[in-house]
């Protein structure tokens, strides 16, 4: 091989080895979300149900899938974190994990916080924040409608 050919060789290489690269760095991902109640221990109401109403004291659980290009689940092998943000500010890491615990049919990303018996009610939106190994962030919100954001309510007088 000769001199042009050899370093046009190793030029070719690292182009492929740099487009690979950026190629694992513009991967897109894609977010399947929901929202359910855990209700108090000891409550009649039934655990896992959808809703985006939640009274003091109920624990909303945010539940998440992220597929990558292929469909294929994204773990937490693959994801350095994936955090729910409320627009108030607060912030849940979510885990990877088998649903339901005691006899998992299903894998996904969870969070969960308990709302505080001095909250405010009212609306609040939210957002998952994904980033991958890289340090990149891809960003998933609901529909933006008040139906499907997280609706703090009043207790019962």
């Known amino acids: 091989m000769n001199r042009l050919g050899k370093y046009s060789a190793i030029g070719l ?3 492929l080895l740099g487009f690979s690269g950026s ?3 513009q991967e897109k991902l894609f977010f399947e979300g ?5 209700p108090p221990e000891g409550s009649a109401t039934p655990h896992c149900v959808l809703s985006s109403q939640y009274k003091h004291g109920d ?3 945010f539940r998440v899938r992220v597929l990558n290009q292929n469909g294929d689940p994204v773990t937490d092998a693959d994801l350095k974190s994936l955090v729910v943000t409320l627009s108030s500010g607060e912030e849940f890491p979510m885990a990877y994990s088998g649903h339901p615990h005691d006899n998992p049919v299903d894998n996904f990303w969870t969070a969960g916080w308990t709302i505080p018996d001095d909250y405010p009610a009212g609306s609040l939106t939210y957002q998952v924040v994904a980033t ?3 340090g990149e962030t891809e960003n998933w919100a609901p529909f933006n409608v008040k139906a499907s954001q997280l609706t703090v309510v009043p207790d019962a007088m």
């Not at 929901?34 to 855990?38: A, L």
Request: neutral net charge; glycine residues 0%; aromatic residues 0%.
């Open 59 to 61: 624990k909303v659980v």
């Open 34 to 38: 929901d929202m359910v109640v855990s």
């Open 23 to 25: 190629a694992l760095a």
């Open 13 to 15: 290489s690292l182009a």
């Open 132 to 134: 991958l190994p890289q």
